[in-house]
């Protein structure tokens, strides 16, 4: 990217900042695609525009954040302007948290995998304090390098994620009518699975299925489904099998190795420990007490 913008080289090894609104460079990216090593975070600038969730449009005048994880694949297309506005992108190497406690955190911070029309819209407020905490990295990087300049970056990054994660709480919230939308679809494409008996060929369905079906990234989905509902995607899949179970268990004479394999359970055993966990009771001993 440095070369590319014709920059000089960052002055960290492992952390850049770059504000587009600074740089007189009018280049247009080509089409490709690329594979970056580094997290990435990046705030679309003021220019008005919309971005799509399903099938609802939500306008993003005011900022939208995109966060990437190293190896993920970043498609520019012809029309992309390196300087499309008022922008910036932060750069970071994992190599930089690694011996801090963030290093541990990260798994924490879904969004960096999430797909680009899951970004972070943020309001003028919120855009204050994430550029506030910006500056201080930006302060620190234009800083002589001392024992502590690594310490203080890393700790005003993981405030910046932390904030991260409240905005998007924040958007899980106010998108209330989006969500219900979105929990609607997924109960009937959770109801039709079972429904076609899905499950005898491809087993018990996963995140990954119904993220697919709705053109969510998995993380984002179950995220926003369990603020909908107080329950993830998989604690829904595995209530819809012991449910079906139980009718299965008291309504037929099926043996415990045929209703394991109608539910998608690939050996009884699995199933049966899967039932135990959830009831405290083995199939046989919940169908005889019942």
């Known amino acids: 990217m440095f070369r590319f913008m014709e920059l000089p080289a960052p002055k960290h090894p492992l952390i850049a900042f770059i504000d587009f609104s600074k740089i007189p460079f009018t280049k247009r990216l080509p089409a490709y695609k690329v594979v970056c090593d580094f997290y990435q975070i990046s705030l679309k600038g003021d220019r008005s525009g919309f971005i799509k969730y399903g099938r609802e449009t939500y306008d993003f005048q005011e900022g939208s954040l995109v966060y990437l994880a190293p190896e993920q694949v970043v498609e520019y297309s012809p029309t992309t302007d390196v300087l499309a506005d008022s922008g910036w992108s932060l750069f970071f190497h994992a190599d930089l948290i690694r011996s801090f406690s963030l290093d541990k955190k990260m798994k924490e ?37 001392d024992d502590f300049s690594e310490e203080v970056i890393v700790t005003n990054l993981e405030l910046l994620l932390n904030y991260s994660k409240r905005f998007y709480n924040r958007q899980f919230i106010t998108r209330k ?19 076609e008996d899905k499950q005898k060929e491809y087993g018990i ?17 179950n995220e926003l489904v369990k603020k909908a509902t107080d329950k993830n995607i998989q604690e829904h899949i595995h209530y819809k099998v012991l449910d079906l179970a139980k009718s299965s268990l008291l309504n037929t004479d099926k043996k415990v190795s045929e209703i394991a394999f109608d539910l998608g359970f690939e050996y009884s ?10 009831t405290g009771m083995t199939p046989v001993e919940y169908r005889n007490i019942s």
């Open 109 to 145: 911070y879904n969004f960096f995998s999430y797909q680009t029309n899951e970004a972070l819209h943020i309001s003028e407020k919120e855009k204050e304090i994430i550029e506030s905490i910006i500056n201080k990295i930006e302060i620190e990087l234009d800083s002589n390098i």
């Open 205 to 221: 369905p996963t995140v990954q299925y119904f993220a697919g079906k709705l053109n969510y990234s998995s993380n984002y989905l």
């Open 177 to 195: 009518r989006f969500s219900k939308d979105v929990i609607i679809k997924f109960t009937e494409l959770l109801e039709l699975y079972f429904n």
């Open 269 to 278: 055993q699995y199933f049966s420990r899967f039932f135990k966990k959830r």
